[in-house]
Nanobody
Framework: QVQLVESGGGLVQAGGSLRLSCAAS????????MGWFRQAPGKGREFVTA????????NYADSVKGRFTISRDNAKNTLYLQMNNLKPEDTAVYYC???????????WGQGTQVTVSS
């Protein structure tokens, strides 16, 4: 089992920045990759970005490329999402997720709300 706890959400004006954190505990030594997803009101959950836990491979959704940066601190078992130049369409609940491989996201945090005002 892996437990994930997000923090850092809030209200920001368009063009502003936020940094989300995700603290992982439990079987973190078995984690292959971690990622961020988001769900806007009335929409399905969508992939934002992911990073391999052991290496430095990253992947981003086209909508956030050049504005968001994912990183991790293995010593602290913490995942980060730096979000710059935020837009109102970035408003959503952001979820941290972890997988052991096979592209199956098995573990999820409770989510943190990000609201971007225009």
């Amino acid at each position: 089992q892996v437990q994930l706890v997000e923090s850092g959400g809030g209200l920001v004006q368009a063009g502003g920045s936020l940094r989300l954190s995700c603290a992982a505990s439990g079987r973190t030594f078995s984690v292959y990759a971690m990622g961020w997803f988001r769900q806007a009101p009335g929409k399905g959950r969508e992939f934002v970005t992911a990073i391999t836990w052991g290496g430095d491979r990253t992947n981003y959704a086209d909508s956030v490329k050049g504005r968001f940066t994912i990183s991790r601190d293995n010593a602290k078992n913490t995942l980060y999402l730096q979000m710059n130049n935020l837009k109102p369409e970035d408003t959503a609940v952001y979820y941290c997720a972890a997988q052991f491989g096979s592209n199956v996201w098995s573990y999820w945090g409770q989510g943190t709300q990000v609201t971007v005002s225009s």
